[in-house]
């Protein structure tokens, strides 16, 4: 009877195995097809705008343009609920404030597609959760591979830590630099765009939200 229950897990487990490649397949051919409409979509883009897609130094910008794309919207083939849920830790005696600042990230905008780019700071106070550190920078990331605007962007991370820890607060500050800014329109190379979200006691309580700011600002409130 063992022998026969070890035989089953092994028929189980090969099954799962298959699966689980089934989908990489499917997962493999789809990313195939996006990659190769893109690259259709830049070499018509060319044409419109007077060029060769066929000459030399362009043979490869459509290829290179349609991997580059498929980067910087990774996001999209990840569940921001699973980076924070592999590392979760119970810790009833800590109920002071977590701060991670200054974390890079890099967005495309909803509207022209150009890129927009800056520091993430991110802090929680725990009820009796808290999370690997490092998954913070890793949620900033996921939700940042995505065409974005950064009020949604704000909001996202900052409601994605408060529904999975439950903590009794989120503070979420972002500061950035729009390439739809400096490129184009206004043209105006120095401007920085910040956006904020508090939640919890961040919003509830004025000193919660003040310790949070100046600890970001560097100790200027």
Do not use: W
Not at 51 to 61: A, F, H, I, Q, V
Not at 166 to 188: I, Q
């Amino acid at each position: 009877m063992e022998g026969d229950g070890r035989k089953d897990g092994r028929l189980i487990s090969g099954l799962l195995t298959e699966e689980l490649d089934l989908e990489e397949d499917a997962l493999g051919a789809s990313h195939g097809k996006v990659v190769t409409v893109i690259e259709e979509s830049v070499r018509q883009i060319l044409r419109a705008l007077g060029e060769d897609p066929d000459r030399e130094g362009l043979k490869r910008t459509p290829h290179r343009v349609a991997r580059a794309y498929e980067y910087f919207t990774q996001g999209y083939h990840q569940d921001p609920k699973k980076v924070i849920n592999g590392a979760l830790f119970v810790e009833e005696d800590y109920q002071e404030m977590i701060l991670v600042k200054d974390i890079d990230f890099f967005s495309l905008c909803d509207h022209h597609l150009l890129p927009f780019f800056g520091r993430a700071h991110v802090a929680y106070i725990p009820k009796n959760r808290i999370v690997g550190i490092s998954k913070i920078a890793r949620l900033v990331e996921v939700y940042s591979r995505r065409l974005q605007i950064q009020e949604r962007l704000t909001t996202q991370i900052a409601n994605t830590i408060m529904e999975v820890l439950d903590p009794y607060g989120v503070g979420v500050v972002l500061k950035a630099e729009h390439l739809c800014m400096r490129m184009r329109g206004v043209e105006k190379q120095n401007s920085l765009v910040v956006t904020s979200d508090m939640l919890g006691v961040f919003r509830s309580r004025q000193e919660t939200r003040e310790e949070f700011m100046t600890l970001v600002n560097g100790g200027r409130s």
